[in-house]
């Protein structure tokens, strides 16, 4: 295990304008001895090139990035105690399972005995002990993986870093990986980062999240920080699914905030209220079809999921109800309760208003 320090990492590359937005900057974060942390944002955000910086594969341009301890700016990734799990499984086709588990030992040396060792408690470990003696080609996808996993394991490294290892397998494999992978964290008790883009695993396997937008850190906490007090309007729009409702709204001067068609809500959470534009933020499972509700709205679409069934307004608004619930139609109309403890404020700037007794609400 090691831990892993970022100090205003920032990166830019050669040859690019002037006035061009640098790929990262100011990038201030600390990775503890074995904590599982997953990097998540959309496309572009730059949390490949931060993964591939940590490994070696990409140059730091400014700032200082610390592996146990030591500053490894100018390190070689093989010597940064560091394995690097791909989206591709990038196994060698004409070798045996246990042929790709070994190489990376037997180029640094290391004994047949001390291979096989190792090679043979990493397949028991991700339940492949089976398959040492199969090629790639006659392996699945799921399994693919963990050879590749395995790969790294083998090599017994200060930390793991996992780049979109599931993208390539399709859902069902997925939710079996993603098990797989908490599984192996709890045994190995190493330090791992995590990329993806899919909010789903970020949430499920996350011990702390990092969520990147246009080279930031946007956020950085725990899931439950995240989905149920998130910083800003973007970090409760990307977590979560559907996605946060926003509504505009304003303050009254008198304690109350305004929404659109007269509704109004006194939020007992904000003991102060500014002046100007405010977006109310609340999720899906929140809002209520009730016939005592503020909100007038029409059913646009409803989705019957089994456990679940999803209203969504011709305005763009999302309502989670449960299994059991009578769903409306669509052209129904309905009006939707805004409970008011579970409501989140933002400001102009998308910057969330602070609440009180936030984990109480």
């Known amino acids: 295990m090691a831990q892993v320090k970022l100090k205003n990492i920032g990166k830019r590359y050669d040859g690019a304008a002037r006035d061009a937005a ?8 600390e990775v503890r001895n074995g904590e599982f942390l997953v990097l998540v944002g959309p496309s572009g955000c730059g949390k490949s090139t931060l993964l591939r910086m940590i490994a070696g594969l990409e140059s730091i341009s400014e700032g200082d990035l610390f592996i146990a301890e030591q500053r490894a700016n100018d ?3 093989a010597q940064r105690g560091i394995a690097m799990v791909f989206q591709s499984y990038a196994l060698y086709p004409h070798m045996t399972v246990f042929e790709n588990m070994a190489f990376a030992l037997q180029l640094a040396g ?3 005995a001390q291979v096989k060792a190792a090679v043979e408690r990493a397949a028991e470990t991700l339940q492949i002990a089976h398959l040492l ?15 590749a996993i395995g790969r790294a394991i083998v090599r017994k490294p200060a930390v793991f870093l996992f780049d979109e290892p599931l993208s ?8 079996q990986m993603r098990l797989e992978l908490a599984r192996l964290h709890r045994e190995l008790g190493a330090t791992m980062i995590y990329v ?14 990092v969520v990147l937008n246009g080279g930031r850190i946007e956020q950085a906490g725990t899931p439950h920080e995240l989905y149920n007090a998130p910083a800003n309007r973007f970090v409760a729009g990307f977590l979560g699914s559907p996605r946060m409702n926003f509504l505009p709204a304003r303050a009254d001067g008198a304690g109350r905030v305004l929404l659109r068609d007269g509704a ?48 969504y307004t011709t305005d763009g608004l999302a309502v989670r109800l449960g299994a059991n619930a009578a769903a409306p139609r669509p052209g129904d109309a309905v009006r939707l309760g805004i409970p008011p403890a579970q409501c989140r404020l933002f400001g102009a700037s998308g910057a969330a208003i602070p609440a009180v007794q936030m984990d109480t609400i």
């Open 75 to 77: 390190v070689p990734p």
């Open 110 to 112: 290391q004994s047949a």
């Open 264 to 311: 109004a809500a006194v939020l007992p959470q904000y003991l102060v209220l500014p002046d100007g534009e405010l977006t109310l933020g609340i999720r899906a499972e929140h809002l209520q079809v009730a016939a005592e509700g503020v909100l007038p709205a029409t059913v646009g679409h409803v989705e019957y999921l089994g456990d679940q069934t999803l209203l």
């Open 196 to 209: 993806t883009h899919d909010q789903m695993e970020a949430m499920t396997l996350g011990e702390r999240i």
């Open 133 to 147: 003696q199969r090629r790639p080609k006659g392996l699945s996808g799921g399994q693919r993986q963990r050879v």
């Open 168 to 175: 390539n397998l399709d859902a069902g494999l997925r939710v």
């Open 22 to 29: 640098p790929v990262l900057q100011g990038i201030d974060l």
